[in-house]
């Protein structure tokens, strides 16, 4: 069987969605690891989620900070998370954490670790940089939703779901602009670039493991695919 180099962006709400969730974080190192036996090796990109949220929002209430500054902000709570992540898997990982998603890293380990890079710019965005300089073909991003739906859920009893969809009609849904904060599915930058690459991306909740699994092992999944 061949062996695979699988990019995954592990959102912040996964990881952290308002203390540590250790018991998320224990059975997604199972995972990887019983993958990493098999020979597979990993780019885990973390996000920030909730305590970028947080961390930006305390700053807004005690100064007026231009948005340059809220965005390094908040990827200084993406390499908090990285290094969460990093350090978790010890002998198996990379011993640094990548904050240039364009400078490729020579890993011999089965893992590496990424966090944000620039203000302006997403985790989803170094997730496509990173498959895009290491020769992947997919970028898996599991955040805490099932589905890419045709609108917004919570405010939309009607909205749709969407198993299979373009760029272009993805990029009709999110739009062209990325704002820091926002809560799109991919951020519309990333989906420009990828779309470029001919990438394709998976959307799929991080809390389903199981269903992670299947995706790895190129099995039937609960999930949107764009490309």
Known sequence: MQKKLFIISVGGSLINPGQIDTEFLTAFKKLVLKQAQKGN?????????????????????V???????LDWLGIAT???????????????VHPAIVKNPNKKVKFTEHILVAGGW????STDDDAVRLAKIYGAEMV???SN???VYDKDP???KDAKKITKISWAEFKKIVGNKWDPGENAPFDPTA???ASKLKLKVIIADGHNLKNLQNILDGEPFIGTTIQ
């Open 41 to 61: 090796r990993f780019i885990l990109i973390t996000g920030g989620g909730k305590l970028c949220r947080d961390f930006q929002t305390g700053l807004k209430a």
């Open 63 to 69: 100064a007026k900070p231009s948005s340059v500054d």
């Open 78 to 92: 993406t390499w908090l998370h990285a290094d969460l992540v990093r350090l978790m898997f010890g002998k198996f």
């Open 118 to 121: 620039m203000p302006g710019r």
């Open 140 to 142: 898996i991003n599991l």
């Open 145 to 147: 939703i099932d589905y």
């Open 154 to 156: 919570n405010k939309y």
């Open 191 to 193: 989906a420009t670039l």
